[in-house]
């Protein structure tokens, strides 16, 4: 009887790690895509700013 109830709770120890594993992966590709977003957003911004300071100051001769 001991021995069924090892391999139960085996499997349950199973099924719960298998399932905490999808839900990491779920959450690191969302925060991946988040960070990709971000990123994109970011380097808008700075251009936009870029674009600002030369129309203000006129384009740089470097």
Do not use: H, Q
């Amino acid at each position: 009887m001991p021995n069924t109830f090892n391999v139960l709770v085996c499997l349950l120890a199973l099924l719960i790690g298998i399932l905490i594993g999808e839900r990491y992966r779920k959450w690191k590709k969302a925060r991946e895509e988040d960070n990709k977003e971000n990123k994109k957003e970011n380097n808008k911004k700075e251009s936009n700013k870029e674009e600002k300071k030369d129309t203000e100051t006129g384009p740089s001769d470097s």
